[in-house]
């Protein structure tokens, strides 16, 4: 069955630092993946999309890479701030259906 | 322009009642979906509507019902409520472009059945 693996305990770094959350799935060939982030109480908002034929995305301070090799994406905060404290969750779409499939989420705390 | 809107915000219910989760949205979206949300689970797809008229099962539908009353609007039925079915409860709504559905959350309704 499809599986999708984030950060299995919640990630603490320190303000500045470069934030690095991981996304990886089996049993799908996604043709693309999207970044969500959620704050408590609230729903999911949209960050960013990579398709299968882009290796890297950025939008400001923020880096997603899609690996279909290893069946994983990279999602990188740089410069972080406590504002960005939040849970991240990443959603890969399969090319046969619209329909999103999320993970768990990791939970990131940027320290001041 | 509201987006996604949900009504109630909170709510507790007791084992078999019912009641209806509504969802609007302004955003003229033919896509629309409704998840729940478990500690640790993430978001589990329900139902999902891709157009008026029309809706489909997701992941998780058993014990619920949908209705698309409309384009602008998506209502989620629980006939007789188990405490299984405390959660919390997003619709979201979504529009493909150029083969993309980003898709757009309300801010969710927090159920409690006893």
């Known amino acids: 069955s499809q599986k999708i693996e984030q950060n299995s305990e919640a990630l603490n770094i320190q303000e500045g630092k470069t934030a690095t959350l991981t996304c990886n799935y089996t049993?799908?060939?996604?043709?693309?993946l999207q970044w969500y982030r959620q704050d408590p109480g609230r729903g999911p908002v949209f960050l960013l999309l990579?398709?299968?034929?882009?290796k890297e995305k950025r939008k400001e301070r923020l880096k997603v890479t899609f690996d279909t090799t290893l069946k994983q994406s990279l999602f990188h905060i740089t410069a972080s701030q406590p504002a960005d404290s939040a849970t991240y969750l990443c959603a890969p779409v399969s090319g046969s259906a619209r329909q999103l499939t999320f993970g768990s989420g990791t939970q990131l705390t940027v320290l001041p | 322009n509201a987006g996604v809107t949900q009504t109630p915000k909170f709510q507790v219910l007791k084992t078999g009642q019912s009641m209806t989760l509504q969802c609007a949205q302004d955003?003229?979206?033919?896509?629309m979906y409704w998840y729940r949300q478990d500690p640790g689970m993430g978001l589990r797809l329900i139902y999902y509507?891709?157009?008026?008229?029309?809706?489909d099962k997701g992941e998780v539908p058993n014990g619920y019902n949908v209705s698309r009353l409309n384009k602008r609007e998506f209502s989620l039925r629980l006939e007789s409520a188990a405490p299984s079915q405390t959660s919390v409860y997003f619709c979201a709504s979504s529009e493909e472009v150029a083969g993309v559905d980003e898709q757009f959350f309300g801010p969710g309704t927090r159920l409690t059945v006893l």
């Open positions: 990579i398709r299968e034929n882009e």
């Open positions: 049993n799908y060939s996604p043709a693309y």
């Open positions: 955003m003229n979206h033919n896509s």
């Open positions: 509507s891709a157009s008026e008229g029309t809706t």
